[in-house]
């Protein structure tokens, strides 16, 4: 069942570690059918290097497993939080890259400070609020931990911003495909690098030009885009 949606989601998964995204069984990528109303994600702890396709499992939007030997991974709940909520998203990938999750621990925004930024946020990474004791406590953390995600975007078009930090823990990020969630994974970590090696160098640096990062962002996205060739992500 679904075979191409697991196939997706098995090739985002396994490119985690390739981008050295992943350490252990960190992290997870999902991938969703919206006319099925059913996802494929990641089975819970299996190392990477051993997954299989076939091993992904299929859920639907209301929780329940439709197909899979494995159980789905631990932060399922938090997957189809956003897809309820956002609609535009058809993957999403969580990791515990290095340089991101430290803004994540310190509960700080990525602020925008350059072009490479730019080119795939229309301004800073966020971060969520911090989790209160109830809301980690009362057996639906990884549902809860989705809707303060959702609460951070309240008035935010989720492809203008398609990334988030969940404060003392780690990334999320997604994108009208996996493919393309995978991909902000992988600059979210490399923006989240570039930030840390430019308040080094200038610890008062501000926030890139409003001139220079609209341009940046808006020729890969919306209606006016000339980024890369026609039909090509």
């Known amino acids: 069942m679904l075979t191409e949606l697991k196939r997706e989601a098995y090739e985002a998964n396994i490119a985690l570690p390739r981008h050295g995204l992943i350490n252990l069984t960190f992290g997870n990528a999902s991938a969703i059918d919206r006319t099925k109303g059913i996802f494929a994600i990641k089975p819970s702890g299996v190392d990477y290097a051993v997954l299989k396709p076939s091993d992904m499992v299929l859920v639907d939007l209301e929780g329940k497993k439709v197909e899979g030997k ?19 998203v058809g993957g999403i990938v969580h990791t515990h890259s290095s340089h991101a999750t430290a803004f994540a621990q310190a509960g700080r925004a990525i602020p925008i400070f350059g072009t490479t930024h730019a080119d795939y946020f229309s301004g800073d990474i966020p971060v969520t609020r911090k989790m209160t004791a109830q809301e980690i406590g009362d057996g639906a953390y990884e549902w809860e931990t989705g809707n303060v995600i959702v609460e951070c975007f309240d008035g935010i078009d989720p492809l203008d911003c398609p990334g988030v930090l ?4 780690a990334p999320f990020t997604w994108g009208p495909t996996v493919a393309k969630a995978v991909e ?40 006016g885009a000339y980024y890369g060739q026609p039909g090509k992500a």
């Open 166 to 169: 969940v404060n003392r823990h």
């Open 70 to 88: 494995l159980n789905p991974s631990s932060d399922t709940p938090t997957h189809r939080r956003l897809f309820l909520a956002f609609k535009t």
């Open 184 to 223: 902000v994974a992988v600059a979210v970590e490399c923006i989240a690098h570039l930030a840390l090696m430019s308040l080094q160098l200038e610890p008062k640096l501000k926030m890139i030009e409003p001139a220079l990062l609209n341009k940046h962002f808006k020729r890969k996205h919306g209606p």
